[in-house]
């Protein structure tokens, strides 16, 4: 007698309707993250299937299944799906993180890791985060020199976006700057649109399950998606198309940032490697990378530190015994911070930018945890469902730094390759930027921990991690801000910059002025 081979199911989930799945569902729930989570717990499973529309929706909270679908499938699974946000933003799939798989996906990939993200470029580009770095220190200083709250979210992000400026563009503002070092008008909008489009990635937009509905823009994703996109053209697109115009004259022929990077890559009839649509979509993709998960991090170990004196006493005390308070920390301390290293990877774990990680979709019918993954279907690896899996961490909604402290001596990485929590991912789809990304976190929650001291504001008798966090800072270094900072300039340059004044000139007015 012939036995039949079993045939597969689906992960367990909700009984969908016709046509329309579990929209319904998600639509009447004010998060549609939370539901998924709520629903997942009602069926006692770390992975599910959810149909929205036509589409099976697979979200995953097991560190064992998350990679076998990133290293036994990662074939499969190394693709994305289409979305209205994604289209918009990477002007119709020309960038690398968020497009489906294809030969523009594998020429972006490989132009983003070898050409932009490169240890050589890592290190080219050092002086230029050094110079963000040290305004951030005199930004908040004038904070603190004129008795105000220093609002850590202001802070954070906008050293991130800064970064990303400097990197790309040479310079810290678009407009005319500001005198103590903060974000300009202009900045503040650049920032917050990069935000806005990272909402919209995360988030779940019906069209993108039922497309037609795409026609009406029923919940105003989609009008949102193409306001921000209006600012970042804004600010982006006259200064790469002057850019493009200055190396095709002849009046610049010297790379000087990623932007001249870009422009220079050559194919091999040494005709340009990249359209002008493919280098402002990329741009424009990377502005939104390097901006939140180093910003998040530090707030939100900063807030738990607040909370829990003990864990910033013992920063306070590693930076002390390391750098000593007769100078600033340089990012060569970076690997001998061990403990900073492990407040940041508590703070990927336990406080992730989203609940999920940009989708993956399913090429191929898949067996996967012994279920089946249909063809079509977009895997979401949980960020908060895997780090804070009770299965896996022991008191997962406490932040204690010290369960990632090591006995061997190695240093201790961001990565996390068992998936345990996401970071940077891994696979064909893990972000090529760990080493920036690194560097960006720890540099940032060491500057801040090093140079001053925090403390909440007497009038304020609760943190709430969904507000901006308000703190009094007070510098806690030997010498004098200012001095210390010049002191690094000398070391590197020979000589003293005047960082804010440097930056009066407005990107437009420089023309061809470089800054080093």
Not at 46 to 54: E, K, S, T, V, Y
Not at 390 to 404: G, L, N, Q
Not at 485 to 498: L, R, T, W
Request: include cysteine; glycine fraction near 6%; aromatic fraction near 8%.
């Amino acid at each position: 007698m012939n036995i039949k081979p079993k045939i597969p199911k689906l992960p367990p989930g909700p009984k969908p309707w016709p046509i329309v799945g579990n929209l319904p569902e998600m639509l009447a729930s004010k998060s549609p993250t939370e539901w998924i989570h709520k629903t997942m717990e009602q069926f006692n499973t770390d992975i599910a299937c959810i149909r929205l529309g036509n589409v099976h929706v697979i979200p995953v909270n097991c560190p064992t299944i998350a990679c076998e679908f990133l290293k036994k499938h990662d074939a499969d699974f190394a693709s994305r799906p289409k979305s209205m946000a994604t289209d918009i933003i990477t002007n119709g799939y020309l960038t690398s993180a968020l497009v489906p798989s294809g030969e523009q996906w594998k020429k972006m990939k490989k132009i983003v890791a070898k050409d932009l993200l490169s240890p050589f470029r890592h290190q080219w580009l050092q002086d230029k985060r050094n110079e963000e770095a040290d305004n951030l220190m005199l930004y908040v200083y004038n904070k603190c020199n004129n008795g105000d709250l220093v609002n850590v979210r202001i802070a954070t992000q906008h050293y991130c976006g800064n970064i990303f400026r400097k990197l790309f563009f040479n310079a810290r503002y678009f407009g005319k700057g500001m005198t103590n070092g903060g974000p300009g008008v202009e900045e503040i909008e650049h920032v917050d649109a990069a935000f806005e489009l990272l909402n919209h990635v995360y988030a779940f937009s019906a069209s993108d399950y039922i497309p037609w509905l795409r026609l009406f823009d029923f919940d105003g994703h989609k009008g949102k998606v193409k306001n921000a996109m209006k600012i970042m053209n804004k600010y982006h697109d006259s200064l790469v198309e002057e850019r493009i115009k200055q190396w095709n004259d002849g009046s610049k022929n010297v790379e000087e940032d990623l932007l001249d990077v870009l422009i220079s890559l050559k194919d091999v009839n040494n005709n340009p490697l990249l359209t002008m649509k493919e280098i402002k979509a990329q741009t424009i993709e990377l502005m939104m990378a390097m901006i939140d998960n180093p910003s998040n991090a530090v707030q939100c170990t900063l807030a738990e530190m607040i909370n829990e004196p003990r864990l910033l006493e013992k920063a306070m005390e590693e930076l002390d015994n390391i750098v000593g308070k007769d100078r600033l920390v340089q990012e060569s301390d970076i690997p001998k911070l061990k403990f900073l290293n492990a407040c940041a990877r508590e703070a990927f774990r336990l406080h992730p930018i989203s609940a999920f990680n940009p989708a993956h979709l399913s090429t191929h019918d898949t067996i996967v945890g012994n279920f089946l993954i249909p063809k079509g279907s977009h895997v979401l690896l949980g960020r908060t469902g895997l780090g804070r899996n009770p299965k896996v961490w022991t008191e997962p909604y406490k932040f204690k730094p010290e369960r990632h402290l090591k006995n061997d001596g190695h240093d201790i990485s961001l990565t996390e390759p068992d998936l345990k929590f996401i970071s940077f991912s891994i696979g064909r789809r893990g972000c090529p930027g760990v080493k920036l990304g690194t560097t960006m976190t720890i540099f940032l929650l060491a500057r801040l921990l090093h140079g001053f001291s925090w403390n909440i504001h007497p009038n304020i008798s609760k943190i709430n991690p969904d507000e901006p966090l308000m703190l009094v800072a007070k510098p806690r270094l030997k010498k004098d801000l200012s001095s210390l900072v010049n002191d690094v300039h000398k070391q590197i340059y020979g000589s003293v910059v005047p960082l804010l004044e440097e930056e009066k000139l407005s990107l437009k007015d420089r023309g061809n002025l470089s800054l080093v």
